[in-house]
């Protein structure tokens, strides 16, 4: 997740898979969803393209060469 606060971006550790460090390897889900970073609580990326190309229908981006 990447937020922009007062000017300043804020992004979660990713691992070398490029997924958040606190999501499960297997389900991808977070493993800390009830005590999450508050750049995850502000951050919404349903309508983020860079992330999905239909939210509603589950359809990730396609991921882009030489992006993390």
Partial sequence: ALVA???LLYQIRK???HYC???DAQTRQCT???QR???CRIYDCREDKRIWT???NKIPAPEVEGEP
């Fill in 37 to 39: 970073p508050s750049t």
């Fill in 15 to 17: 691992r070398e898979d």
């Fill in 54 to 56: 239909d939210f509603a």
């Fill in 5 to 7: 606060i007062l000017g």
């Fill in 32 to 34: 800390l969803y009830a």
């Fill in 21 to 23: 460090v606190h999501s």
